[in-house]
Nanobody, 114 residues
Framework: QVQLVESGGGLVQPGESLRLSCAASGFIFTHYAMSWYRQAPGKERELVATVTSAGGGMNYADSVKGRFTVSRDNVKSTVYLQMNNLKPEDTAVYYC???????WGRGTQVTVSS
């Protein structure tokens, strides 16, 4: 059974940092790229970042470039999203997605507010 479990969300103030984790199981993790998406209230889900299967290639949405970093640990079958200098507009539910069958996690809430 393919499973993605996100963690690490929470409530932070503007300018602070969070690190999200997504633990994967049920497929050969090292074979597939992984992505992070987010969905704010009333908005469509948007792609935030993608990391290639070996971890050597990353790309980002323009809105997070220079602030967010995506990485992966292929031994732990986990993908991370380091989020620095958070802004109120980063408030959303963050989802992990595997490029294996397009599987989604259930999401973790990130709220940035003073």
């Amino acid at each position: 059974q393919v499973q993605l479990v996100e963690s690490g969300g929470g409530l932070v103030q503007p300018g602070e940092s969070l690190r999200l984790s997504c633990a994967a199981s049920g497929f050969i993790f090292t074979h597939y790229a992984m992505s992070w998406y987010r969905q704010a209230p009333g908005k469509e889900r948007e792609l935030v970042a993608t990391v290639t299967s070996a971890g050597g290639g990353m790309n980002y949405a323009d809105s997070v470039k220079g602030r967010f970093t995506v990485s992966r640990d292929n031994v732990k079958s986990t993908v991370y999203l380091q989020m620095n200098n958070l802004k109120p507009e980063d408030t959303a539910v963050y989802y992990c997605k595997s490029h294996f069958r397009g599987t989604w996690g259930r999401g973790t809430q990130v709220t940035v507010s003073s």
